[in-house]
């Protein structure tokens, strides 16, 4: 089993900047990536952005390209959600995700992803 914990969600004015974090921890870890979905009330859980985990390569979506940037340190399996320019349709709980396996599914799906966080909201006012 692996524990995923997230941290770093909060209040800020539009324009301003939040810097999720996400910590994997448990048995070995060897995800094949890590990733940010989020959700507002109402709305089906959506994908925010991606990174591979053996190569660092990225996937955004996007409403959020240009404006987020996700990274990840491999030495302390965490993995990094800087979000800059912040809109209020922004506003949401974002969920950290694993995607163990490439054959799990795609980067792209919710599906694709096992161990989740309980999840950190970000509130965007205008």
């Known amino acids: 089993q692996v524990q995923v914990v997230e941290s770093g969600g909060g209040l800020v004015q539009a324009g301003g900047s939040l810097r999720l974090s996400c910590v994997a921890s448990g048995r070995t870890f060897s995800g094949y990536a890590m990733g940010w979905f989020r959700q507002a009330p109402g709305i089906e859980r959506e994908f925010v952005a991606a990174?591979?985990?053996?190569?660092?390569?990225?996937y955004y979506r996007d409403s959020v390209q240009g404006r987020f940037s996700i990274s990840r340190d491999r030495a302390t399996n965490t993995v990094f959600l800087q979000m800059d320019r912040l809109k209020p349709e922004d506003s949401a709980t974002y969920y950290c995700?694993?995607?163990?396996?490439?054959?799990?599914?795609?980067?792209?799906?919710?599906?694709?992803?096992?161990?989740w966080g309980q999840g950190t909201q970000v509130t965007v006012d205008s």
């Open positions: 995700g694993v995607k163990a396996h490439l054959d799990s599914g795609s980067i792209w799906s919710r599906a694709a992803y096992g161990d």
């Open positions: 990174v591979r985990w053996y190569d660092a390569n990225t």
